[in-house]
T-cell receptor
Framework: DVKVTQSSRYLVKRTGEKVFLECVQDMDHENMFWYRQDPGLGLRLIYFSYDVKMKEKGDIPEGYSVSREKKERFSLILESASTNQTSMYLC??????????????FGPGTRLTVT | KNEVEQSPQNLTAQEGEFITINCSYSVGISALHWLQQHPGGGIVSLFMLSSGKKKHGRLIATINIQEKHSSLHITASHPRDSAVYICAVSTSGTYKYIFGTGTRLKVLA
């Protein structure tokens, strides 16, 4: 079974703090994704990475950065957390298109509250 | 207008009922995905479809490529089916999903 794990299920941080969310997958997937999920807005892509050290902006990258130093690990960084970044954050991973099965596998999510 | 539309947004059913959730999309796709999210957050992939019909237990997913429409059916619904069901499409040549906003299903005992 594919396993995608995230470093925390719940996190509470103060405004202005630097926040690291970490995601690890064990399936040798090329692609990794960070999403946020908000009521009424659904899932929105923040950043994704298709290879080590490669990244592309998603739909809402402002206020976030990412790091992928190893294939299995993809980190989301909030440089200076703000209250409007309070949300559920979900990581996912997948093979590249062209493989028979390239659906995304999701982690359990991190509910981040910024006070 | 969203590129992926789901209906209904909310659905309450009695245990045992047959349930249908619909998804329409307006872009060219390589595949359509049905996802399930239980309270607490984790998302599970139920189906990946590029044509026809797939069945897993009590769940059936169909897709009509010409009409750009997919349905997820649950037969003999059970309270443990209560979850948010999300439709997503992979567009040709990209890694990314375009998501619908989800259908919140509650099945009452």
């Amino acid at each position: 079974d594919v396993k995608v794990t995230q470093s925390s299920r719940y996190l509470v941080k103060r405004t202005g703090e630097k926040v690291f969310l970490e995601c690890v997958q064990d399936m040798d997937h090329e692609n990794m994704f960070w999403y946020r999920q908000d009521p009424g807005l659904g899932l929105r892509l923040i950043y994704f990475s298709y290879d080590v050290k490669m990244k592309e902006k998603g739909d809402i990258p402002e206020g976030y950065s990412v790091s992928r130093e190893k294939k299995e690990r993809f980190s989301l960084i909030l440089e200076s957390a703000s209250t409007n970044q309070t949300s559920m954050y979900l990581c996912a991973s997948s093979f590249l298109p062209g493989r028979e099965r390239y659906e995304q596998y999701f982690g359990p999510g991190t509910r981040l509250t910024v006070t | 207008k969203n590129e992926v539309e789901q209906s209904p947004q909310n659905l309450t059913a009695q245990e045992g009922e047959f349930i249908t959730i619909n998804c329409s999309y307006s872009v060219g796709i390589s595949a359509l995905h049905w996802l399930q999210q239980h309270p607490g957050g984790g998302i599970v992939s139920l189906f990946m479809l590029s044509s026809g019909k797939k069945k897993h237990g009590r769940l059936i997913a169909t897709i009509n490529i010409q009409e750009k429409h997919s349905s997820l059916h649950i037969t003999a619904s059970h309270p443990r089916d209560s979850a948010v069901y999300i439709c997503a499409v992979s567009t040709s040549g990209t890694y990314k999903y375009i998501f619908g906003t989800g259908t919140r299903l509650k099945v009452l005992a």
